[in-house]
């Protein structure tokens, strides 16, 4: 399977918070990185700028939702605090955007380890914002020119 996934960071150590994610991509499958990194204002206005670019992860991860858990735990292990709302400064973010024309909606019980993160999990694909967001669509034309 190929996904299309958002990396960003705008706590501590940006660059190697991205490092860190890729890293993690890497260990799930074969990366392409994006060769463009661009920095944007946290939307929010809670935190310091986001470094953000985009990577194709090949995969055999046997669906989009056992991608999406592997990526939640990368930024759990990568000090990503979820505790202190939706759209807080974070370490690293990873945003599923896209996995092989995939199309819908899924909601399916949190495993047990991942629990901290509420009963359910939610995963609607293409991500739903990607698209007007310059800060991931520039990063995917990049990479995909490449």
């Given at each position: 399977?190929?996904?299309?996934?958002?990396?960003?960071?705008?706590?501590?150590?940006?660059?190697?918070?991205?490092?860190?994610?890729?890293?993690?991509?890497?260990?799930?499958?074969v990366v392409k990185v994006s060769s463009l990194v661009m920095e944007?204002?946290?939307?929010?206005?809670?935190?310091?700028?986001?470094?953000?670019?985009?990577?194709?992860?090949?995969?055999?991860?046997?669906?989009?939702?056992?991608?999406?858990?592997?990526?939640?735990?990368?930024?759990?292990?990568?000090?990503?605090?979820?505790?202190?709302?939706?759209?807080?400064?974070?370490?690293?973010?990873?945003?599923?955007?896209?996995?092989?024309?995939?199309?819908?909606?899924?909601?399916?019980?949190?495993?047990?380890?991942?629990?901290?993160?509420?009963?359910?999990?939610?995963?609607?694909?293409?991500?739903?914002?990607?698209?007007?967001?310059?800060f991931v669509m520039e990063p995917w034309r990049v990479i995909k020119?490449?």
């Amino acid at each position: 399977m190929q996904a299309v996934i958002a990396l960003g960071s705008n706590l501590g150590d940006r660059h190697a918070n991205i490092a860190a994610g890729l890293s993690g991509l890497g260990d799930l499958g074969v990366v392409k990185v994006s060769s463009l990194v661009m920095e944007t204002p946290d939307e929010s206005g809670q935190g310091p700028d986001y470094l953000n670019t985009v990577a194709l992860l090949t995969t055999e991860l046997e669906s989009p939702q056992h991608l999406l858990e592997a990526l939640l735990r990368i930024e759990l292990s990568s000090g990503r605090d979820r505790s202190t709302g939706k759209n807080a400064p974070r370490t690293l973010d990873l945003d599923l955007i896209a996995v092989d024309g995939a199309q819908g909606v899924w909601t399916w019980k949190t495993p047990d380890d991942l629990k901290m993160l509420g009963d359910e999990l939610h995963l609607e694909l293409p991500h739903p914002k990607a698209f007007s967001r310059p800060f991931v669509m520039e990063p995917w034309r990049v990479i995909k020119g490449s």
